[in-house]
């Protein structure tokens, strides 16, 4: 079965940093696609950044790039983003995400709350 469990989300002021962390079980690591999301109050799920599969090649949404950075720990099984230059609209739940390679199955993770105040 797999799980993801996302932590690291908190309060900060704009301008801040935060580094979120997904834990992952149940599953081999490194070859699959994991990603960020995030969702804010009101609004639809989008990808914040994504590393695909073995290669670790990564995609950035425009409105975070240059400030945040997915990375992975893969004796750790563990997805980072570390979050840079935090403004008030990256304010939202952020999911851990996991699609496996061979099958395409998708998981999420609980989220975890990012507040940026001015």
């Known amino acids: 079965q797999v799980q993801l469990v996302e932590s690291g989300g908190g309060l900060v002021q704009a301008g801040g940093s935060l580094r979120l962390s997904c834990s992952a079980s149940?599953?081999?690591?490194?070859?699959?696609?994991m990603a960020w999301y995030r969702q804010a109050p009101g609004q639809q799920r989008e990808l914040v950044a994504r590393?695909?599969?073995?290669?670790?090649?990564?995609n950035y949404a425009d409105s975070v790039k240059d400030r945040f950075t997915i990375s992975r720990d893969n004796a750790k099984k563990t997805l980072y983003l570390q979050m840079n230059s935090l403004k008030p609209e990256d304010t939202a739940v952020y999911y851990c995400?996991?699609?496996?390679?061979?099958?395409?199955?998708?998981?999420w993770g609980q989220g975890t709350q990012v507040t940026v105040s001015s």
């Open positions: 590393i695909i599969g073995a290669a670790g090649r990564t």
């Open positions: 995400n996991l699609i496996r390679t061979f099958t395409g199955d998708n998981y």
């Open positions: 149940g599953t081999a690591f490194s070859i699959n696609t």
